[in-house]
């Protein structure tokens, strides 16, 4: 079992910044995959970025150039620096825990950006 705990949302003019963090617990295994979705209202879930224990990282086309995803090992924590917010950007933001075939996915914190 993985518990996850998303934070830093909030509200953001465009162009403004947010970084969002999301602490792991449980049992959790040292080779595993971290990332990020995100849900507009009334659209799909959409992938944002992940990372692996190792530092390799992955970006949605839509979110590239703006966001970096970061992690800490020693503390289970995710990190994801966005940069020159746009109200696309608007949503609930998930963080999930992969390994193998399991996945574990945090509560969500709500990113606005304003006009």
């Known amino acids: 079992q993985v518990q996850l705990v998303e934070s830093g949302g909030g509200l953001v003019q465009a162009g403004g910044s947010l970084r969002l963090s999301c602490a792991a617990s449980?049992?959790?295994?040292?080779?595993?995959?971290m990332g990020w979705y995100r849900q507009a209202p009334g659209k799909q879930r959409e992938w944002v970025a992940d990372i692996t224990r190792g530092g390799s990282t992955g970006y949605a086309e839509s979110v590239k150039g703006r966001v970096t995803i970061s992690r800490d090992n020693a503390k289970n924590t995710v990190y994801l620096q966005m940069n020159s917010l746009i109200p696309d950007d608007t949503g609930v933001y998930y963080c999930?825990?992969?390994?193998?075939?399991?996945?574990?996915w945090g509560q969500g914190t709500q990113v606005t950006v304003s006009s």
């Open positions: 449980g049992n959790i295994f040292s080779e595993n995959v």
């Open positions: 999930y825990w992969r390994r193998s075939r399991r996945e574990y």
